[in-house]
């Protein structure tokens, strides 16, 4: 692992020779494209990619696929990197790929029947509002929804990035698992019965829609949110939460990049409506959620934070037993689904990130799956194969959240009653 220092050192680098630190902003009119880069094969070199501003999309093949403007295709090509532009998307054929995934109507009307199909162990609410004004869904699955027991409680997320659109078929399906499963599957029954899990299928309803209203199939590769910024349009809210805030040069301070941070923490609608339901969950100064789960695509891992260091391990953050835990639970998933497991920043570094400040400021045991399927719109026949892969883990975070630190076999020092 690089030393804070070292990382810090190449981050200014970074800086100086990407010009999103502190350097004027590039046109709006400068749309972002996808891009190969070849050359970074560590995830000091990575990094490097990333300080640029540009969005790492996938890592596979000794390449690395991003969505970045001009300005950030220059400054990645002054590492020393090759940059060509990726292949276009496959036509989706006569079953267009875009009909195949549930709109933000037909998500609601999803849940709505479902809600309605098990009243006694589900109920839909409305988490907040968009920016554009669109509820963010929720739907609470126990045996006695209507209470608020002393239950270890669970969270997942997913769609936070429009484009990624089989995470939200991925969080649909685990509502069709506990649902279908109660009552006559002995490990779905179970945790049921014995968890309050939280479930939010598409916490950026705006840019969703915005980016399955296409004229061009697949869809506009839209990644951000719809609130206008100071010089375009959107913010990252995967780089917009109050943990280690634009810190360590993994996002940008450019309104028409992917990874824009936004004008301060929690500045994007989306990103507030989240953290203000997380911090609901504390009841008498305890946080309830014990587990939490960011659902994105498309690189076949399971991370879990920090994303913000290189470091194993953060004085007064990140102990070893916690690492330990998140990296043997991390390490089981991946067993199961067949995802590589690594702290986050073994990828890239982020900063303001959703699992860093889950887990950073809330204390939540937190992960992110990125899915597989080698594309933001898998054609339609790859869809239910790849949320299958994931059915076991979701289940494995799930059992957890009792307990954590039972993946280390210390539950006693840390769990007895």
Known sequence: MLSLIAAASAFAVAAALSGTAGAAEPSPSEGSQRYVVT????AAQRSQVASTGAAIDAVRGGAVEVSAIPSEVRAIKR???????????PAPGPSASAASYHTFAEMQQEVDSVTAAYPQITRKFVVGKSYEGR???????????????????????????ARERLTAEQ????LGQLTKGYGTDSTVTNLVNNREIYLMPMVNPDGQVYDMTSDTQPGRSWRKNRQPNPTSTGTDLNRNFAYKWGCCNGSST????????????????ETKVIANFVRSRKV??????????????????VLWPFGFTYNDTVPGALDADQEAAHRKIGQEMAAINGFRPEQSSDLYIT???????????????????ELGGNSFYPPPSAIEREIARSRGALLKLTDYADCPYRAIGKQDQYCAA
Do not use: C
């Not at 509820?135 to 990035?161: C, F, Q, Y």
């Not at 992917?258 to 004008?263: A, L, W």
């Not at 301060?264 to 609608?269: F, K, M, Q, V, Y």
């Open 254 to 269: 450019s309104g028409a990049s992917e990874t824009y941070r936004g004008t301060g923490p929690e500045s994007a609608t």
């Open 284 to 301: 008498n100064g305890k946080q309830q959620l014990k587990m939490f789960l960011d659902i994105h695509s498309y690189s076949e891992l």
């Open 79 to 89: 590492f020393g990197f090759t940059v060509r532009r990726a292949p276009a998307e």
């Open 135 to 161: 509820d963010i869904i929720g739907i609470k699955i126990s045996d006695n929804v209507g209470t608020d027991e002393n239950e270890p409680e669970v969270l997942v997320i997913a769609n936070i990035h």
């Open 39 to 42: 050359g970074p094969k560590t």
């Open 351 to 369: 900063d303001g990130t959703t699992d860093d400040w889950t887990w950073g400021d809330q204390r939540i045991f937190s992960y992110t799956f």
């Open 171 to 174: 969080a649909l399906d685990y």
